[in-house]
């Protein structure tokens, strides 16, 4: 038997959950030979197109392993560089291309004629499939879940069922002999996962919700009569992928969950065990319908640091009926009360640059902010126009976006440089000083005696304490790069965050985080010159 090359393809991002479990199941098939490239990395803002040497490394390899299938993992952002890569593939070398992803999943007829084959919905029976038969040199066009593009007549082949047993399937591969990574005009093969503090982990697929910015809005109609949507994995197998993943520099779980564990029983279990065999502390993420004080209670024991919740919306109606989410404020504020008693940090959701908002929205939605418990933590997003999402429709129907805001070289644009808000000067309206001000809130550069002054104050001077909070905001965020998921300069970072541990008091944390990246440092040196 000839063994075949089977290359895939994971676009911007190292932490690319479907190539890492399709890559280690290719490797169970006799005479298929899996490799990947994981083609750039980067961090909410910080994305750039690729560089011309970047291409160029992706060429080499590409001619070097000379596959016979090359698969790329696309997210609709993504869709103009895997179009690109794509075109340099076909111009030097004869693989077979296949698209899978989220974006062929929801928009295969604007996908099919860019690649030889897409596959629509899950991808490891798929992957499999073409593996063997095109090992095997059999025919492929009538594989479930793939459509093909037979020089322009397409074969649309049924999806088959939603895979029920996660167990069934491999742990995510970390550290794979036969991972390339292509950033910053470099290719290594060292796995920068190996040397973060974060060992991520995902414990489930599908989410019970279909909020209407979101993809479940589309993919649980389409897996309508395919199965269970929402599964979970047994914690037994969830406790063995940690043990085996874990490196030297990691010292913290994060659960890629929509949402996390909610079963009692499941929660049970994992509270028993997860301690005990793991101990390391953990993030989590919840929608907040879906976590109760008893479950906290379980979740604490487990050693739960972190709880992500999306708040999303300022006011419930914008939540409840544009956003279709589920969820009214006053029951946030208070779970967020509970959650904290508890010692637990809480990391909020929320969407900004929303149309839908008002400035009287804007306003509630600082009153909200001003009771939640401090200190705030919070990822504030930039809504994007993702394609069909019912969110995009509504947007476009009511003469909020043109068709061209919400087209896919847009959204790459936003998606790579404004995915995390950062305070703008422009426009110079109320609405943009009142999401500047969010952002000097949710930050902490602010005190709340001052924002209750400055925005619902009524006399000159909080007028003038409003315009201050919206300069301040934008020399903070804009001028300086203090604040957001990720600052513009990471050294300021470590400086601002060095010199608030001093003034606190917290030298020996100060002294232990110093070491912790002096340990990661050599440890990345180390595994490096292995
Ligand atoms: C976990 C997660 C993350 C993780 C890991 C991402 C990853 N690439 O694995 C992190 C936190 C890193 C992340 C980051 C981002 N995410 Co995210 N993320 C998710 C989430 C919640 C789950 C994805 C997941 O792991 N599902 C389980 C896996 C196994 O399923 P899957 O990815 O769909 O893959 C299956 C099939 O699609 C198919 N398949 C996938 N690739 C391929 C390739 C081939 C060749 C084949 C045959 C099949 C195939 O087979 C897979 C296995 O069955 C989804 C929401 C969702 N429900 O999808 C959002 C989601 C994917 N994220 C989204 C976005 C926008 C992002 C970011 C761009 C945000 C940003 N600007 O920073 C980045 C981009 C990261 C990147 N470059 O990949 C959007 C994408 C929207 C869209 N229409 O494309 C989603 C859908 C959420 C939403 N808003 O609707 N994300
Ligand atoms: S709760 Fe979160 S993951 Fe679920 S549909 Fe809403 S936004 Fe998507």
Not at 72 to 93: D, F, G, H, M, W
């Amino acid at each position: 038997m000839n063994e075949i090359n089977i290359l895939l393809v994971a676009l911007y991002r190292n932490v690319n959950i479907p190539i890492r479990i399709m890559h280690p199941l290719l490797e169970t098939i006799d005479g298929v030979k899996p490799h990947s490239i994981f083609f750039k990395h980067f961090e909410a803002n910080l994305g750039k197109a690729p560089t011309d040497i970047e291409e160029e490394l992706f060429i080499k390899k590409i001619i070097e392993l000379n596959p016979r299938l090359i698969g790329i993992s696309v997210l609709s952002p993504y869709v103009p560089i895997a179009r690109r890569l794509t075109k340099l593939i076909r111009e030097n070398s004869s693989a077979l291309v296949v698209w899978g992803g989220i974006h062929p999943t929801i928009s295969p007829e604007s996908c099919i004629h860019e690649a030889d084959m897409i596959c629509v919905g899950e991808g490891e029976g798929a992957i499999v499939d073409i593996a063997t038969h095109l090992r095997d040199g059999k025919d492929y066009s009538h594989i479930n879940n793939l459509w093909i593009n037979n020089r322009g007549d397409i074969i649309r082949n049924p999806m088959r069922p939603l895979i029920q047993n996660l167990d069934s399937l491999p742990p995510l591969s970390y550290g794979n002999d036969s991972f390339y990574f292509i950033n910053s005009n470099k290719i290594i093969k060292k796995d920068p996962l190996l040397w973060g503090s974060y060992l991520w982990i995902q414990t489930s697929r599908g989410c019970p919700f279909v909020c209407s910015y979101c993809v479940n809005s589309l993919l649980r109609p389409l897996f309508k009569d395919l199965g269970n949507y929402t599964r979970r994995r047994s914690v037994d197998s969830i406790i063995k992928e940690i043990r085996n993943n874990l490196s030297g520099t990691m010292d913290y779980v994060y659960f890629l969950d929509e949402t996390f564990g909610n079963d009692e029983s499941w929660l049970d279990e994992f509270e028993s065990r997860y301690k005990k065999e793991i101990g390391l502390p953990f993030t989590a993420e919840y929608h907040p319908k879906m976590v109760n004080i008893k479950m906290l209670n379980k979740l604490v024991n487990s050693g739960l640091h972190t709880i992500k919740i999306g708040i999303q919306a300022g006011t419930d109606h914008i939540r409840n009926h544009i956003f279709h989410r589920a969820g009214k404020n006053k029951d946030i504020i208070l779970l967020a009360k509970n959650i904290i008693n508890y010692g637990v940090t809480i990391r909020y959701d929320l969407i900004l640059d929303n149309p839908y908002d008002t400035e009287a929205s804007l306003k509630n939605c600082i009153r909200v902010l001003l009771q939640l418990p401090k200190p705030l933590s919070f990822n504030l997003y930039s809504l994007q126009y993702f394609p069909d999402y019912p969110l995009t429709k509504k947007a476009l129907e009511d003469g909020f976006i043109k068709i061209e805001d919400a087209n896919i070289e847009r959204l790459m644009e936003t998606n790579l440089k404004n995915w995390s808000i950062s305070p703008r000067l422009l426009p110079y309206n109320k609405k943009q000083a009142l999401q500047n001000i969010i952002w000097l809130v949710v930050w902490g550069h602010v005190s709340n005696k001052i924002v209750r002054f400055g925005v619902f104050g009524n006399s000159w001077l909080s007028k003038l304490c409003f315009i201050y909070m919206n300069f301040k905001a934008i020399i903070f965020g804009k001028i300086l790069g203090i604040g957001g998921i990720v600052y513009k300069n990471s050294w300021m970072r470590f400086l601002i965050n060095g010199f608030k541990h001093i003034l606190k008091g917290n030298i020996k944390i100060l002294f232990l985080k110093i070491k912790k990246h002096i340990f990661i440092y050599t440890y990345k040196r180390k595994i490096m010159h292995e």
